[in-house]
């Protein structure tokens, strides 16, 4: 306060300096300042001096100007990131399943644009946004603002044509699927930057990007671009081939969206595997989705199901539990068991479908008995149950090379009960993934040893794993082969021209921890049964009631992708075609109709019609695979499925 009043004191007047109106000029010059008043000032104005000066050289001369650059970037200068060309996707054979293609990338810088309302209608037109965005777009307050990423190179040609002012563009990539929804779960998609987000993009998405690049751009005060030249040119990344053959799973693809339709079920998933390599020939989902038509894809339809979905395998896990009794010497095919009504644990009790007195252990798998099957498993302890499921890759993700793969649940051995070790044995209480089980597969069509499947061609040899000894694994294939010969439940799998085996399975659905009346039918299995080349296995998830066995529900469906698959691999037949029958009526006006080559023989009929009786048999005779139509049905016999 003092010193306030002291400053107040040197700048009042004092009462000898107080003027007037009628002050003259020489009396205003002979006016004397305080020396300390002058001095005062004059400090002041020296200090002001120096503070600017300062502030002068704190600017110009490179004490700190990373302030006033950055400013003049963000109003005159741009470094836009530029993805490099993604790597192809490819088949084995080298066809295309993903691939970029140049696109433009439109961006403008809102204090720089004028846009009439004519063009932003236009622009609202070709970008297929609505006006309400684009000029919440164009009025943001944001210095850097995206219209619209990865338009084609066409459309954004016609967009820059309207010269819009302050509007530019980038180069960037549309990603491309040829196949659209017939392999889209495998080679998944990429997101609005083009990394991988979903499938063989998301896996191998390091190798795909390669290395981004960098471009700066410079613009004058009018918003006119003066300098734009590469920081870093992009590094393409590269190409990845699968083991997927584009004309097996289209087939399998097909062949599946049409019986998940017919049966009207909730989704169906497909795998072939190569039995000699674990290459996976096809992999498919239904429902599936049009990876190039993006704002209809659906979680639902994205899942991979064969691969992130687990299920309760039914029977179609039996051959592996009679397999271990089997490498343990515990029983042979041809030991004998009782079977009966039911088999009971306590309070609880097993039955099968049909019933049986006895069988054998042949018979059990043929029949498909729940009661068999849980009586060999009993006969080894828990662990060396286990051991052989753990072996067989249960309750572990296959690394097959792609994302979601899952472990399933096969609980510790130390905690099974009877009843739940008998389950077990025929697929309750333990869950897989259809790759899984089609890799456990491959144990017994490969004489013992399970191959490790996966997606990716170019990969390391993996080494088989020792599951069964081949003396087993051939017990087992015999076995298989019944299954679908007469007499078995999987007749409906056979394949013309060829041997098969496998496995049919039914199994209810979990659902908040009970078991529910829903469905779940598959079959697994591999052909050709004398010399195995592929696995197959199916999957049908809540088929229509009466037609939900494995037996209806997917056996067909392994007999048509069987077929169409060996012969694409061009695998010779190993198994003599019966000639089919072709029937005649005697009656001259009765058309012969031969089912294998819908072809009509009407001349020869109506000559042995126009003969006597006796030369009418001859003339019948004659005729090649022909037999009278009152034969037909005769030794016919009702097919009948099973579980």
Not at 40 to 66: C, H, K, W
Not at 322 to 344: C, D, S, W, Y
Not at 375 to 400: H, R, V
Request: hydrophobic share 40%; proline share 5%.
């Amino acid at each position: 306060m003092k010193i306030i009043n002291k400053i107040k004191g040197w700048i009042s007047s004092s009462p000898e300096e107080v003027r007037g109106v009628n002050d003259s000029v020489q009396d205003l010059l002979s006016i004397r300042v305080p020396a300390g008043r002058v001095r005062f000032l004059y400090f002041i104005i020296v200090l002001s001096f120096l503070i600017l000066i300062g502030r002068l050289a704190y600017l110009q001369l490179g004490f700190n100007t990373d302030f006033l650059q950055k400013q003049g970037e963000m109003r005159f200068q741009r470094t836009l990131d530029v993805s490099a060309v993604r790597g192809r996707i490819l088949d084995r054979n080298g066809a295309v399943l993903a691939s970029s293609v140049p696109g433009k990338g439109l961006w403008i810088i809102p204090q720089d644009t004028n846009i009439t309302e004519e063009q932003l209608k236009k622009l609202a037109s070709l970008l297929k946004v609505s006006k309400q965005e684009l000029k919440k777009k164009f009025s943001s307050k944001r210095t850097f603002v995206y219209l619209k990423r990865q338009v084609p190179n066409d459309v954004g040609n016609e967009v820059l044509a309207l010269n819009i002012a302050g509007l530019h563009s980038t180069r960037e990539y549309l990603r491309q699927y040829p196949d659209g929804i017939i392999a889209a779960q495998i080679v998944g998609l990429t997101g609005i930057d083009g990394n991988g987000v979903e499938g063989v993009e998301l896996s191998a998405d390091k190798l795909l990007t390669g290395t981004t690049g960098s471009r700066r751009v410079m613009k004058d005060r009018l918003g006119r671009i003066i300098d734009d030249v590469w920081i870093r040119e992009p590094q393409n990344g590269e190409d990845i081939r699968l083991t997927i053959d584009t004309r097996i799973q289209y087939l399998v693809y097909s062949a599946l969206e049409k019986q998940v339709k017919d049966l009207n079920a909730k989704a169906g998933a497909v795998v072939v595997a190569d039995t000699q390599t674990g290459d996976i020939l096809a992999l498919a989902n239904y429902p599936s989705f049009d990876p190039n038509v993006r704002r209809k894809i659906g979680r639902q339809a994205i899942r991979n199901r064969a691969i992130t979905d687990t299920y309760e395998p039914g029977s179609t896990m039996k051959p592996f539990s009679v397999a271990a009794g089997l490498e343990e010497k515990k029983v042979t095919p041809n030991t004998l068991f009782q079977i009966g009504h039911r088999m009971t644990f306590g309070r609880r009790s097993i039955g099968d479908s049909h019933y049986s007195k006895e069988l054998t252990v042949a018979g059990i798998i043929q029949q498909s008995s729940n009661i068999g099957t849980s009586k060999i498993a009993l006969l080894m302890s828990p662990q060396t149950m286990w051991s052989y499921y753990d072996k067989l890759g249960f309750g572990k993700a296959p690394n097959i090379g792609f994302p979601g793969a899952v472990p399933g649940r096969l609980r510790p051995a130390k905690s099974w009960r009877p009843i739940e070790q008998a389950t077990m044995s025929y697929g309750h209480g333990v869950t897989v993934s259809l790759l899984q089980l089609v890799q456990a597969y491959t144990a017994i069509a490969r004489e013992g040893d399970m191959v490790p499947l996966s997606i990716m061609k170019d990969r390391e040899p993996a080494q088989p794993q020792v599951v069964y000894s081949p003396k087993t694994a051939n017990q087992m294939k015999a076995m298989l082969a019944s299954v679908v010969e007469k007499g078995g439940t999987g007749t409906r799998a056979q394949v013309e021209g060829f041997s098969v085996a496998g496995k049919t399975g039914t199994a209810y659905k979990l659902e908040g921890g009970q078991y529910v009346k829903k469905y779940v039918a598959s079959f697994t299995g591999y052909a050709p049964a004398s010399n195995p080349r592929i696995v197959v296995g199916v999957m049908i998830d809540e088929p229509m009631k009466g037609k939900h066995w494995g037996s209806t529900a997917a056996a067909p469906l392994f007999s048509q992708i069987v077929a169409g698959t060996l012969r694409i691999m061009a695998v010779n037949p190993d198994k003599v075609v019966a000639p089919k029958t072709t029937y005649v009526k005697n009656d001259s006006r009765q058309q012969v109709k031969d089912k294998s080559l819908k072809t009509v023989v009407q001349g020869k009929a109506k000559k042995a019609a126009s003969q006597p009786v006796s030369n009418k048999t001859e003339s019948v005779k004659k005729l090649p695979r022909i037999r009278a139509a009152n034969d037909v049905g005769k030794g016919l016999k009702k097919e009948t499925g099973g579980a």
